[in-house]
Nanobody
Framework: QVQLVESGGGLVQAGGSLRLSCTVSGSIFSIGPMGWYLQTPGKQRELIADITTGGSTKYADSVKGRFTISRDDAKKTVYLEMNNLKPEDTARYYC????????????????WGQGTQVTVSS
């Protein structure tokens, strides 16, 4: 069974850093674009960073210059390096990946991780 497994969240003081990881578990053929989203209670999930298969990245203005997304396809993992964290970064963070499961079927599926909580204290 294919899943995205996230880790790295926690409680940190303002100005601190965290590194989130999201690993694809299970057998797959290829990994397409990957991204990180955040969600706070009562609000919609919001894209904050994404990365293409070629390594091109895009960031939301709120995290530009503080967060860095990267990927290691050999490890089937996407990372989010979060620096200079602010209380307003407090949220549940989710990764998303577009996966092709088998070479026989040219169909891609969207998978989500279970989310990891990041809490930044002032």
């Amino acid at each position: 069974q294919v899943q995205l497994v996230e880790s790295g969240g926690g409680l940190v003081q303002a100005g601190g850093s965290l590194r989130l990881s999201c690993t694809v578990s299970g057998s797959i053929f290829s990994i397409g674009p990957m991204g990180w989203y955040l969600q706070t209670p009562g609000k919609q999930r919001e894209l904050i960073a994404d990365i293409t298969t070629g390594g091109s990245t895009k960031y939301a203005d709120s995290v530009k210059g503080r967060f860095t997304i990267s990927r290691d396809d050999a490890k089937k993992t996407v990372y989010l390096e979060m620096n200079n964290l602010k209380p307003e970064d407090t949220a549940r963070y989710y990764c998303k990946a577009i996966l092709r499961i088998t070479p026989q079927r040219a169909v891609e599926y969207q998978y989500w991780g279970q989310g990891t909580q990041v809490t930044v204290s002032s």
